[in-house]
C-alpha cells in the first residue's frame, strides 16, 4: 500500500492550476497506484493528484464501478443540471450544497497514454466536474450555494 498524506484546503497545492502530465513513466504509474489506495482507504469516490501535492492533471474516482484514472482529463460534455450534496476529503466532516450538470462526458488518457471517453450521470457527473476542478485549483466551497446544516445531513433530505 502506497498511502499519501490528503492535504486540507488551506494548503496552497489545493488553489494551483495543475499542469498536463507528458511522461507516462513509473512515476505515473506510482502515483495512481498512491492515489488509488488513498482514496480506497479513505473511503471516498474520488481525488485529484493536488489534494496528494502533486500538481499534475491527474483524477482517480471510484463510484461504485471500480477505479478509473483519468491522466489529462477534459469535459468534452454537459447536459441538465442537479443540485445536491457535495463533499471533498480536503474539507473534512462538511457538505455543501452545489448545483452541477446530470450528465457528463469526459476525454482522458489511460496510464499507457491512450486516449478514451467516460460518461455518466448524477454521482459519476458530478464526481467528475469535482475532480476536474480541482485540476484548476478549485474547490466545490467556491461553487457552492451554501453548506449543509447538520439537521440537513440528519434528515437525509432528497437535495
Ligand atoms: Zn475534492
Redesign the pocket.
Known sequence: MGLRKILTDRDPALHKVCRPVEKFDWRLRKLLDDMTDTLTQANGV???AP?VGILRRVVVVDTGDGILELVNPTILQTDGEQTGAEG????PGKYGLVKRPYYAKVRAQDREGQWFEAEGTELIARCFC??LD?LDGI??TEVMERFLTEEELMGDDEE
Open positions: 474520488g481525488l485529484a489534494q471533498c476529503l480536503s474539507i469535482h475532480e480541482h474547490v466545490y
